[in-house]
């Protein structure tokens, strides 16, 4: 009888706590639905790793935004894919469809993969610290530090305490424990120096002793430290002029231009409109088409020369994003210098859709004058540059390119934008010298 209630006993409170568990589990069920149906947050094993990778942005509450009406359903879209839109790109997310940028990431890829140090060079805004940490997230390396440091930004002062680091006492004022500098800290990563270029250059002797020793010696220390880092320079300046001007150290360029990569300026890439798209993809947290975007308000953004290159589109997209009316961008939604762009001007900086007249020069000389003569007209005398380049390599594209700045396909591209018939496309003589009418 004693054991029998004790068992009664037993079976009840499992009941109980059965019971409670459903019940817990039932007002559980409301919570679990209004959770975003995205992935989690992918974040990188490594902790020792500088920035945390957010949550997909595509895959965001979409299905409570399709439920609302369309305004609302945007702005909760936009806000939720704004939060969570990742800070960087895939590496094979950074070339939307242009060739040349293809080839240049997949050069990028070969040299990381032998740990050849990596020199970025390109106009402000072309995406050059983007591509620095896609290039160590591709990288064997991707589990430690990819440290990024401005070399334009530190204060000369405290650049070397930055940099290598300093010893407990090593100065007054002086972290008690010391501190570890950004090499130290990238030790088993991948070190960006961004804007190499505006590196003192007491920094740049120091610099190139840890590329060449492979140890840093950090303020007050009595022993070299053995570090083993990835290196990826950027800059937006002209390094052999530099070099030339006494400002940056020839040793230094070819320690850390193992590999160059150019990055090509927006104006110049063929993918622009493929951008546009996954920018506002990536701002309205959907797939992004043509009924978004109003077919003038998408020219404009097409022929935009862009100063400002990526980082200018991309403000540009989220400001219209943020104020465009109805789900769909117009041309009232841009920017004031997008709206004032005309037509006309349009015309003048992407000529894709003017024909010209073409004769060819009657003489060299004829060619030279022109070259010394300024029209005036963007459209004719860009075309009169590439002309004379081609003119100047005997129509060899690869020559011609080369002198121009510019790889091959965008220079094809280019003949195609100016109308300028090729010999391998017009069966023209070997080396004809044209020029607009
Ligand atoms: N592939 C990309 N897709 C979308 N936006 C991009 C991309 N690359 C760059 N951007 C935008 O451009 C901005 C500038 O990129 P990044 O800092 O890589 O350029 P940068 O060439 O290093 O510029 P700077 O020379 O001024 O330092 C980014 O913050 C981002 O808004």
Do not use: K, L, N, Y
């Given at each position: 009888m004693y054991w029998k209630s004790w068992d009664c006993l037993a079976i009840l409170c499992r009941r109980r706590a059965i019971a409670t568990c459903l019940r817990a589990a039932h007002s559980a069920i409301p919570r679990i639905k209004s959770l975003p149906r995205g992935k989690p947050a992918r974040q990188k094993s490594s902790p020792r790793q500088e920035t945390i990778m957010p949550t997909t942005p595509v895959e965001q509450p979409l299905a409570e935004a399709e439920a609302d009406s369309d305004v609302r359903t945007s702005t909760a879209a936009r806000s939720a894919s704004s939060r969570h839109a990742p800070r960087y790109r895939d590496i094979d997310q950074l070339a939307a469809g242009d060739a040349c940028m293809h080839d240049l990431i997949e050069r990028g890829k070969r040299l990381i993969d032998r740990g050849i140090p990596v020199l970025i060079l390109g106009e402000t805004g072309t995406g050059k610290e983007y591509l620095s940490r896609a290039l160590h997230d591709y990288s064997?390396?991707?589990?430690?530090s990819w440290i990024a440091v401005n070399c334009a930004s530190i204060p000369e002062s405290l650049a070397e305490s930055e940099l290598f680091g300093y010893c407990k006492g090593a100065f007054s004022g002086a972290l008690p424990g010391g501190m570890k500098g950004k090499v130290q800290q990238a030790d088993g990563g991948t070190l960006f120096l961004d804007e190499i270029g505006d590196m003192p250059l007491a920094l740049q002797t120091r610099l190139l002793r840890v590329l060449s020793e492979r140890e840093v010696i950090p303020l007050g220390a009595r022993h070299p430290v053995p570090v083993d880092v990835q290196l990826i320079c950027a800059t937006h300046q002209d390094l052999k002029t530099l070099i030339a001007e006494g400002r940056f150290r020839e040793d230094l360029y070819y320690r850390v231009a193992g590999g160059v990569l150019r990055l090509p300026a927006l104006r110049e890439r063929s993918d622009r409109r493929r951008l546009v798209m996954q920018m506002i993809t990536e701002e309205l947290g959907r797939p992004a088409d043509d009924s978004v975007i109003e077919a003038a308000a998408l020219q404009r953004l097409l022929a935009y020369p862009w100063p400002g290159n990526l980082r200018q589109m991309h403000a540009v997209i989220r400001y219209s994003c943020a104020v465009m009316n109805g789900g769909r961008i117009e041309v009232r939604d841009l920017p004031e210098e997008l709206m004032q762009f005309q037509p006309a001007t349009l015309a003048e900086v992407h000529p894709i859709t003017r024909t010209a007249q073409i004769r060819p020069f009657t003489s060299r000389a004829e060619g030279e004058a022109g070259r010394e003569r300024s029209s005036g007209d963007p459209y004719r005398d860009e075309r009169t540059r590439v002309i004379d380049a081609l003119n100047g390599s005997r129509w060899n594209i690869s020559a011609a390119s080369r002198q121009l700045g510019m790889c091959r396909a965008s220079l094809y591209r280019k003949l195609r934008q100016l109308d300028i018939p090729h010999v391998r496309d017009q069966a023209m003589p070997a080396y004809p010298a044209y020029a607009v009418a």
């Open positions: 064997a390396r991707r589990r430690a």
